[in-house]
């Protein structure tokens, strides 16, 4: 069974930063692509940024040179460094694998986990 588990939300201000990790069970996580998605109540989950089994990582335009995906195979982890957070980064936060597709249109597993909730206060 699929297991997706995301911690490290929370409440910070504008410039702040924070650090979500993502452990998954039930996969072959270091032959899995994994990805970092976000949703805003009412709007459609957004893939922010993916990491390759060989470490390439792609960003959306809106989040580069202020976010980090990176992964440690050892603990079945992915995070998602977030720095000079803004007012628009408000979302809840979620990991997946990837199954198919190119940047940005990926196919994501079935297996969503409960997110974890980022809020940026300005």
């Known amino acids: 069974q699929v297991q997706l588990v995301e911690s490290g939300g929370g409440l910070v201000q504008a410039g702040g930063s924070l650090r979500l990790s993502c452990t998954a069970s039930?996969?072959?996580?270091?032959?899995?692509?994994m990805g970092w998605y976000r949703q805003v109540s009412g709007q459609k989950r957004e893939l922010v940024a993916n990491i390759a089994v060989g470490g390439n990582t792609n960003y959306v335009d809106s989040v580069k040179g202020r976010f980090t995906i990176s992964r440690d195979n050892s603990k079945n982890t992915a995070y998602l460094e977030m720095n000079s957070l803004k007012p628009e980064d408000t979302a809840v936060y979620y990991c997946?694998?990837?199954?198919?597709?190119?940047?940005?249109?990926?196919?994501?597993?079935?297996?969503w986990g409960q997110g974890t909730q980022v809020t940026v206060s300005s």
């Open positions: 997946n694998y990837l199954l198919s597709g190119t940047w940005p249109k990926y196919r994501p597993s079935n297996s």
């Open positions: 039930g996969i072959n996580f270091r032959l899995s692509m």
